[in-house]
């Protein structure tokens, strides 16, 4: 079956689906025939995506359970029952773990871990009474590697993989497919002004490519590229000291890599904090 009949039809929810890898992915699903939903904090730009590209548009703060709940029941007033739910809204700070404002931490774990799992609750019961459905995170290649930089970015995606594990063994015979999504760097504005290391920038394209050959073919752990898991897979076979050569070989340090300057707008939008940590407004 091509991957554009296993799509067409299905409604499928997308969190921070505004910009970046989330609009990549609803433009790409459309394209497929998919029933497309997005969601997002800021909602004017959700809607002019939603304009753009033909799907629908709601307010969702992942963060908060009844925000979601409210989310995925317009969803399904609307379109028809969620056959997929793609858990992509996320945010990072970037720099030395002693520097990193607390409130910048909260932020990480509050929308990139408590909302997947949110995601998760919500959506999980109505798909594990129909015997069908798919539940998808895009987390990042910082799940499986060390990312000096991004400490608490990678503590998050760390959980989301975690947490996914798990829940893919509750789920086990139920119907309900599970995916977890590890890009490397990818050119959106999160990751402004950080480093690649040995893997090349990716576009938002190349994720929403895997994504929605993960929606076609179903498969649990999906790193994009391919090579990456297999890679990180044979170095933590090595000794500790090869390991810790081969990785910082392969993966961008970015303390020393990051340009401050290019990331202080989108820090002081997703944060309200600056680069010192300082409340604003």
């Known amino acids: 079956m091509?991957?554009?009949?296993?799509?067409?039809?299905?409604?499928?929810?997308?969190?921070?689906?505004?910009?970046?890898i989330g609009r990549a992915i609803a433009e790409r699903l459309t394209t497929a025939g998919a029933r497309v939903a997005i969601g997002d904090r800021d909602l004017e730009a959700a809607q002019e995506t939603a304009a753009e590209l033909g799907v629908r548009a709601y307010s969702l703060d992942v963060a908060d359970r009844d925000s979601f709940d409210d989310f995925l029941g317009a969803v399904r007033s609307e379109l028809g029952p969620v056959d997929v739910l793609i858990n992509n809204a996320g945010i990072m700070w970037v720099g030395s773990f002693e520097e990193e404002p607390d409130s910048a931490a909260r932020a990480q774990l509050e929308v990139n871990l408590l909302g997947?799992?949110?995601?998760?609750?919500a959506a999980a019961p109505a798909m594990r009474g129909a015997g069908r459905g798919h539940l998808i995170a895009v987390a990042s290649a910082a799940s499986?590697?060390?990312?000096?930089?991004?400490?608490?970015?990678?503590?998050?995606?760390?959980?989301v993989l975690g947490y996914f594990r798990a829940v893919r063994a509750e789920l086990r015979g139920e119907g309900v497919?599970?995916?977890?999504?590890?890009?490397?760097v990818?050119?959106?504005?999160?990751?402004?002004?950080?480093?690649?290391?040995?893997?090349?920038?990716l576009r938002p394209d190349d994720v929403a490519a895997a994504v929605v050959d993960a929606v076609a073919r179903p498969r649990f752990e999906v790193t994009v590229p391919g090579f990456?898991?297999?890679?990180?897979?044979?170095?933590?076979?090595?000794?500790?000291?090869?390991?810790d050569r081969a990785f910082a070989a392969m993966v961008p340090d970015q303390v020393e890599q990051v340009r401050e300057?290019?990331?202080?707008?989108?820090?002081?939008?997703?944060?309200?904090?600056?680069?010192?940590?300082?409340k604003e407004g």
Do not use: C, H
Request: glycine share 14%; no cysteine.
């Open 261 to 278: 300057d290019a990331r202080a707008g989108y820090e002081t939008a997703a944060f309200m904090t600056s680069r010192a940590g300082r």
């Open 228 to 243: 990456i898991g297999s890679a990180t897979r044979w170095v933590s076979l090595l000794p500790q000291r090869f390991k």
């Open 177 to 184: 497919d599970t995916s977890v999504i590890m890009p490397a």
């Open 144 to 159: 499986i590697l060390p990312v000096p930089g991004e400490a608490t970015y990678a503590a998050t995606k760390a959980g």
């Open 116 to 121: 997947v799992i949110n995601g998760v609750k």
């Open 186 to 201: 990818v050119d959106t504005v999160l990751a402004a002004g950080t480093g690649t290391g040995s893997v090349r920038l």
């Open 2 to 20: 091509s991957r554009s009949r296993a799509v067409t039809g299905k409604v499928i929810a997308i969190t921070g689906g505004a910009r970046g």
